[in-house]
């Protein structure tokens, strides 16, 4: 059974991730595996390790992250129709309710990806989540808020602009995790980054606070073994190869494709944050594949045009976390 370590994000400030262009009054709605590996492999270049980052992001594969609250984990619904039934109800009212789920919980979610059928009660389905037990208090483990903010000018002859900005707050005793595959030391050097990168933040407004967690190691996760699996479920973004993309068969597939890109906020350099990197489409968390075919996925240099020599790669991870699952959509 594949065993992943366990990285918890915990008492965390609020965050804003940014979408890629100059609007705050919306975060992005997950923080994806590619944005903390990027971030990671920034805090590990500004240490001065930045001759092998290509070789450090090839190292290692990390989940995108997911939520928790005390000790239960959510893991992303497979994409697609799952198997779940809600007890005194009918299909066609459940199935809306259903359309909704975005994270489950891990016990009932190893369930599905088995292809068990779930039979569950109406308050398990509590908006983006579907609970391991009924529940009528439940509180989500994440919250946005917009708060009215002013943009000072530099200049006195100037008027302040306001402007809403969206934090995401974190519930106490919640936060997000992610799971890491790797050799024991990368695995220890991604654990002691991930602890910088907590002191340092992550996300806008890092300076006032924003984006600051601790880290919680100390767990593993263990996956099932699926019998007659015939499909494969990714539980980061993932980038495929050349020769992969000719085994995914993604006519009969169920995925998401994010566009990403940005400003280069990752830089030593100031005068190189303002340029926007290359852009990718990129297959999101919880897309599902038909057949089980192995997956490795490649880390890419979104480094844009630009005339001065001074100007560094751009990596981006598409290295695949996934897991076969057993589906009967397919």
């Known amino acids: 059974m594949p065993n992943y370590k366990i990285i918890k994000m915990t008492n965390m400030s609020p965050m804003h991730i940014g979408l890629g262009r100059d609007s705050y009054d919306v975060s992005a709605g997950a923080l994806h595996s590619d944005t903390l590996t990027a971030a990671l492999a920034s805090v590990r270049a500004l240490s001065g390790k930045d001759g092998d980052l290509k070789q450090f992001l090839e190292s290692f594969a990390l989940s995108s992250a997911f939520p928790y609250c005390g000790n239960t984990l959510f893991l992303p619904k497979p994409s697609g129709k799952i198997n779940v039934e809600v007890e005194r109800m009918e299909e066609k009212d459940y199935r809306k309710l259903l359309k909704k789920v975005a994270y489950v919980a891990s016990t009932l979610w190893q369930k599905l990806i088995n292809g068990e059928k779930l039979l569950i009660a109406r308050n398990q389905l509590q908006g983006q989540y579907l609970l391991e037990k009924p529940e009528d208090n439940f509180l989500s483990p994440m919250v946005s808020m917009i708060n009215q903010r002013v943009s000072v000018p530099r200049k006195?002859?100037?008027?302040?602009?306001?402007?809403?900005?969206?934090?995401t707050y974190f519930r106490e005793g919640c936060g997000l995790y992610c799971l890491l595959d790797a050799e024991s030391n990368v695995a220890s050097e991604v654990e002691?980054?991930?602890?910088?990168?907590g002191e340092q933040g992550i996300g806008s407004d890092r300076n006032v606070g924003g984006g600051h967690f601790g880290v919680d190691a100390k767990g593993n996760f263990e996956m099932p073994d699926v019998a007659d699996a015939n499909g494969t479920m990714l539980l980061s973004m993932y980038i495929p190869t050349e020769q992969e993309l000719t085994s995914l068969n993604v006519e009969t597939s169920r995925y998401q494709l994010i566009k990403r890109g940005g400003y280069i906020a990752g830089s030593s350099s100031d005068n190189l944050r303002h340029l926007r990197k290359n852009t990718i489409y990129i297959f999101a968390a919880g897309s599902v594949f038909n057949g089980i075919a192995?997956?490795?996925?490649?880390?890419?240099?979104?480094?844009?045009?630009?005339?001065?020599?001074?100007?560094?790669?751009?990596?981006?991870s598409g290295k695949a976390l996934s897991i076969n699952i057993k589906t009967d959509w397919i």
Do not use: M, Q, S
């Open 294 to 316: 192995p997956i490795v996925g490649k880390v890419v240099d979104l480094r844009p045009a630009w005339k001065e020599g001074n100007l560094h790669p751009v990596y981006r």
């Open 192 to 197: 002691d980054l991930f602890n910088e990168l």
């Open 156 to 167: 006195d002859n100037e008027d302040a602009t306001p402007f809403a900005f969206e934090w």
